[in-house]
């Protein structure tokens, strides 16, 4: 059997020759290269393929870590992308040198084009692609992306100048009007808060109507399962800080992945100074995954972990997932699908998050029925409308090309998910739901909850402010139906949030005036009926998703936790007071919420 050139002095460095004349036959069977077969079944390693092909070229051979780029005005001076180059390394007696990590598909054509062009050759290197991308990224680590290109769309400053104008203005006569006329201004906040629980009611029980005959998952097709099918390049980008704990449980519930596993780049993202997590890592880790350490800088969030490992992603399908996360094992394959069968447009396809300790006390119960309400009930409802929506932390499913096309990850917003939810759709994007879900911990203390609630509330303060920075520009890019769709959905949700344990305070205390004799129903206005049926309303339709979630998804109605929502809300307006405080204060500062805590996780591991 004839081996290509690059197997040959493989032979000749002491790789057996059954190894090289079994890839060269495993090969074809599964659709790939015979190199590619030695690199997934671990027989040699990139470095040592690449070195390899530049000994088969008769260029010199780079290895990792030992060149960098040169840079001019701090800006690396490349060609191509980080993986494949030419990446410029030398000038030396007024000639260029430059890195190259071809394609290990392109190995023929590369090495055809050199040797018929010799002075073009005597100014190549061949490097790995990991060796590429780790002196283009690592040694010379870019500002963030949309800060650069799409300013006005970051979180780096909190407010324009005439949204701090606004806001003065309007705390300002806020104040004034409580000092004049009380009454007035009181009202006025409860009619805004009936007003948003009539909507957050509404949408939430029609959401709920609309998904009661809608599967939560389906079949995948047994064809898909061929060997023969040649599926696209995936990038799992996992972000981890502070996670030893989760590390084991991770590596093994990754590892069941359905996915080609040549195919397949699993991207472990720790900080630097993030030692005890390094060190909860095996030595050896299976082919497909790699161990990334993200360099220092600032905010120290996980959206610029995403950001930096965006840029060693080698993959045109991108997703996230975080350190407790245990994903369906077809869930990849399903995304890869979706994304082949539909338009363009379509830019992100978002799984359903479940929670696997929804037993574990009031608010891992209470929290399991919110994901249930929104990821199975009110997201797959907004798709079908084609209306935008944030998406989840996780498990959210990117086309590459429109992830880069939209500036990527905020660094500076601490909810990253929702912002670029509502970016793609400025951009002309689609979001849709996969019918694949991940398993998710939830909190079960009231301070690692609070704390990640407020995080959150904080976050989507920081993308209203950056949306609303020309409201006019973002209404003719999403379109005004659909705006105002979204604006009814999830800002008047967090309106009735904010205003819950105000009015809700307010209500049970008339009740106790209303038992103690000093007060009666007849005395109240129709204005406040109103606004007390509207409240009703909101509550309703908010008991009644979490009812038929909960249901659909765990087979069972807690309904000891549906009559405490009211309750859970009052934690949450806290949360939200808290948030609001801390976006003045520490706008970028990241709440980290410990995993690995929960005893029924560890159970049904």
């Known amino acids: 059997m004839r081996l290509p050139v690059e197997l ?3 032979l000749l460095r002491g790789v057996p020759k059954h190894c090289l004349e079994t890839a060269c036959k495993q090969s074809s069977e599964l659709g790939c290269l015979p190199a590619e077969y030695l690199v997934q079944k671990n027989i040699v390693s990139l470095e040592t393929l690449y070195s390899a092909f530049a000994e088969c070229c008769g260029v010199p051979f780079l290895p990792e870590r030992s060149f960098r780029p040169r ?5 690396v001076i490349q060609l191509g992308s980080d993986g494949h180059g030419p990446l410029l390394v030398s000038l030396y007696e007024n000639k260029a040198y430059y890195a190259i990590a071809p394609d290990i598909s392109q190995f023929g054509q590369v090495r055809e084009h050199l040797q018929k062009h010799p002075e073009f050759a005597r100014q190549i290197r061949i490097a790995s692609p990991s060796a590429l991308r780790h002196a283009s990224t690592v040694q010379n680590t870019p500002s963030g992306d949309l800060e650069t290109r799409f300013p006005e769309m970051s979180a780096q400053t909190r407010l324009s100048a005439t949204q701090l104008t606004i806001v003065a203005i309007g705390f300002v006569s806020l104040l004034l009007g409580f000092m004049t006329t009380p009454a007035f201004w009181f009202m006025l906040g409860a009619a805004l808060f009936g007003l948003a629980c009539l909507l957050s009611g509404l949408v939430r029980a029609a959401a709920a109507l609309n998904t009661l005959k809608d599967p939560l998952s389906f079949a995948f097709p047994e064809r898909l399962y061929a060997s023969d099918i040649i599926w696209p390049e995936y990038t799992v980008l996992v972000p981890l800080h502070r996670e030893a704990a989760v590390v084991k449980d991770l590596l093994k519930h990754l590892g069941r992945i359905d996915y080609p596993k040549h195919r397949l780049q699993i991207l472990f993202l720790v900080e630097q100074d993030d030692v005890t997590t390094r060190q909860a890592f095996p030595k050896s880790l299976p082919p497909e995954m790699e161990l990334v350490v993200v360099p220092p800088g600032t905010p120290r969030t996980k959206p610029r972990a995403l950001s930096y ?26 995304a890869a699908l979706a994304f082949a069968l539909a338009p363009k447009d379509l830019g992100c396809l978002q799984a359903h998050l479940t929670i696997d300790n929804h037993k574990e006390g009031f608010f891992a119960r209470q929290f399991a029925m919110e994901y249930a309400s929104l990821f199975d009930q009110l997201l797959p409802w907004c798709y079908k409308k084609n209306w935008p929506f944030p998406l989840g932390g996780t498990s959210n499913h990117f086309r590459r090309e429109a992830l880069e096309a939209v500036g990527g990850w905020d660094r500076f917003n601490v909810t990253e998910d929702a912002d670029l939810g509502i970016r793609l759709a400025r951009f002309g994007y689609r979001s849709g739901v996969l019918a694949s879900a991940t398993g998710e911990e939830a909190p079960t203390t009231l301070r690692a909850w609070f704390a990640q609630r407020s995080r959150w509330y904080k976050g989507w303060l920081q993308t209203f402010c950056v949306h609303m920075r020309n409201p006019g520009f973002m209404l003719d890019q999403i379109g005004t139906q659909r705006a105002f769709a979204m604006g009814a959905v999830f800002l008047g949700s967090l309106t009735m949030i904010a205003l819950h344990p105000v009015f809700f305070s307010a209500f049970l205390i008339f009740l106790f005036r209303v038992a103690a004799g000093f007060a009666a129903f007849e005395t109240l206005s129709w204005l406040s009926l109103v606004l007390i049926a509207a409240g009703a309303v909101g509550y309703a339709g908010a008991v009644f998703a979490a009812a038929v979630a909960s249901f659909k998804r765990y087979g069972l109605i807690d ?20 948030a609001v405080w801390e976006f003045i204060r520490q706008p970028h500062h990241w709440h980290k919420t410990a995993h690995g805590v929960s005893r029924q996780r560890q159970q049904n591991s």
């Open 309 to 334: 490992g965006l840029l060693l992603a080698t993959g045109s399908l991108v997703t996230v997932f975080d350190a407790e996360d245990r994903p369906d094992a077809d869930q990849l394959r399903k």
């Open 71 to 75: 840079t001019l005005n701090n800006r």
């Open 559 to 578: 309904f000891m936790s549906l009559f405490a929502i009211p309750v859970y809300w009052l934690f949450a307006g806290l949360a939200f007071y808290r």
């Open 8 to 10: 040959e002095i493989l």
